[in-house]
């Protein structure tokens, strides 16, 4: 009796040590638990060859530069969990065909987060793709997506860039506050879906202005402007507008243009300096106007101008707008997936949904998927556009316009 009587205390006692242990664990501050680190997988699905690749790679380094400032810091905090971005180049060729095969890939490797496509035909062939597998893509052609998602239903979509009467508008708006006695305009275009769709885009705003605005157009791939530009240069418009023609074909036109003999203004869109120079030379650019972004301008935010300035620590290069469309885009996933809690894409779509969540786009400024009341759709970024002049033979940012107009 009394041998179990000593054996039940002793029970009783160990197990009272045993919670007592524990209970002093409990009782410790608790250390706030150390996150774990898991991978997320995103696509950049771009132009890496051909014609249009001077677009593409741009938009890919961006990105990809957007992810190892985010992994070097360790990755973003959802919850609990450290998030390190695992991004996969895919070139969609701007081949509507290229760019469905690229989106299937994407789909088989259960990526959920994706960066474009460029093209217009490649929007229209991943679309379907990535609404099924419940994949996000931001497209990049120009807006060109309202004649898409919209009717079609397509959810899994927002758009990073704007619709080509924003984006010409901005560039006609900010371009008349400069020279408000412009009435003349010719207009170049490539004779293909994309130029006439820009022909027709700026008209949105030069028919309101009432200016005069004449269509001329090129068959794609020309290198030999002059039989175009000799009328052109004899009826001597206020300006020549190069509208969407950009990279080395606008050089081009440009140049020839000055060679012609053209001494009136020279509205034109993006171009790398080099290109411009080697193109068209110093003595030919002065005074030109140019939708190419200086980031080391005040008329940038702060926090523009230091991404800039990390870009060009570390790649001895200017950032151009390209390049920063890239990083922001990443950031503006990551920010979503933090906002929603979750990287479940459904869930993330609903914050892309919200119209009232504010985030960094460009800088200090608070962006918003303000794209309903101001282009029409929901999931549109707002957008700024940067305007540069060649003043004394140097390239120097005039103004940054919103892409709220007309």
Request: charged share 15%; with cysteine; net charge negative.
């Amino acid at each position: 009796m009394r041998k179990g009587f000593i054996i039940s205390v002793t029970m009783i006692v160990v197990l009272a040590l045993i919670l007592g242990v524990g209970i002093a664990c409990g009782s410790k501050a608790t250390p706030s638990a150390t996150p774990s680190v898991q991978t997320i997988k995103m696509a950049s699905l771009n132009t890496l060859s051909g014609p249009v690749a001077a677009w593409g790679i741009p938009l890919d380094d961006g990105a990809h530069f957007a992810v190892d400032l985010i992994n070097e810091q360790g990755g973003f905090k959802v919850g609990n969990v450290m998030y390190k971005i695992n991004l996969e180049s895919f070139d969609d060729q701007y081949s509507g065909t290229a760019t469905a095969t690229a989106a299937a890939q994407i789909v088989d490797e259960g990526i959920h987060f994706v960066f474009g496509p460029l093209s217009y035909d490649g929007e229209q062939a991943a679309m379907p793709i990535f609404q099924k597998a419940e994949t996000l893509c931001s497209g990049i052609s120009a807006g060109e997506y309202l004649k898409i998602a919209v009717p079609k239903g397509y959810t899994y979509y927002w758009n990073c860039s704007y619709p080509n009467w924003a984006w010409l508008g901005a560039m006609i708006t900010a371009n008349l506050k400069l020279s408000p006695n412009v009435k003349t305009i010719v207009q170049i275009n490539s004779d293909d879906d994309f130029g006439h769709s820009a022909a027709a885009a700026t008209h949105v705003t030069t028919d309101k202005l009432g200016l005069q605005v004449k269509d001329v157009f090129f068959a794609p791939g020309t290198t030999d402007f002059y039989s175009i530009l000799t009328p052109v240069v004899k009826e001597n418009p206020d300006v020549i507008f190069t509208a969407l023609t950009q990279g080395s074909t606008m050089d081009l036109v440009i140049a020839q243009a000055r060679e012609l003999g053209y001494k009136g203004q020279i509205w034109a869109g993006e171009s790398t300096w080099d290109q411009l120079v080697s193109i068209v030379g110093l003595q030919n650019l002065e005074g030109g106007r140019f939708v190419i972004s200086d980031f080391s301008s005040p008329l940038w935010p702060k926090a523009v101008r230091d991404v800039a300035a990390e870009w060009k620590a570390k790649y001895k290069t200017d950032m151009d707008f390209d390049t920063y469309l890239g990083y922001a885009v990443i950031n503006i996933y990551v920010q979503a997936i933090q906002k929603a809690g979750s990287t479940d894409p459904a869930q993330v779509l609903k914050v892309f949904d919200d119209p009232n969540w504010t985030f960094s786009y460009w800088g200090d400024t608070q962006a918003k998927m303000a794209g309903l009341q101001t282009y029409g759709a929901l999931r549109q970024l707002e957008g700024y556009q940067g305007l540069s002049k060649v003043v004394n033979g140097n390239l120097t940012q005039i103004s940054v316009t919103k892409m709220d107009i007309p």
